[in-house]
């Protein structure tokens, strides 16, 4: 069993910066793949960023591309998302997930295990 808990959202002007945290237990995330989805209210909940557990390979949609990184800590077992240039079309609760011994897939019927999520709110 993994529990996630992120952290780190909130209010931002758009063309701010956040940075989001996922803290895994029950699990390290050095042998999962980890991703970050979104969801809007009456829309999918869609892929933003995965990280691979081997090579650390990552993947990003295509609409948050060199504004967001994804990195992992194997030692803090946590997983992060860094948003920079933020636009309002990024407003989303934002949830980490994770997939053990996956690639980071944007697939998220691949991803076993879910957080709760965190309010990103971004004004213009």
């Known amino acids: 069993q993994v529990q996630l808990v992120e952290s780190g959202g909130g209010l931002v002007q758009a063309g701010g910066s956040l940075r989001l945290s996922c803290a895994a237990s029950?699990?390290?995330?050095?042998?999962?793949?980890m991703g970050w989805f979104r969801q809007t209210p009456g829309k999918d909940r869609e892929f933003v960023a995965g990280i691979g557990w081997g090579s650390g390979r990552t993947t990003y949609a295509d609409s948050v591309k060199s504004r967001f990184t994804i990195s992992r800590d194997n030692v803090k077992s946590t997983v992060n998302l860094q948003m920079n240039s933020l636009k309002p079309e990024d407003t989303a609760v934002y949830y980490c997930a994770a997939d053990p011994w996956g690639s980071g897939s944007p697939d998220e019927s691949k991803y076993d295990f879910w957080g709760q999520g965190t309010q990103v709110t971004v004004s213009s």
């Open positions: 029950g699990r390290t995330v050095s042998t999962s793949a």
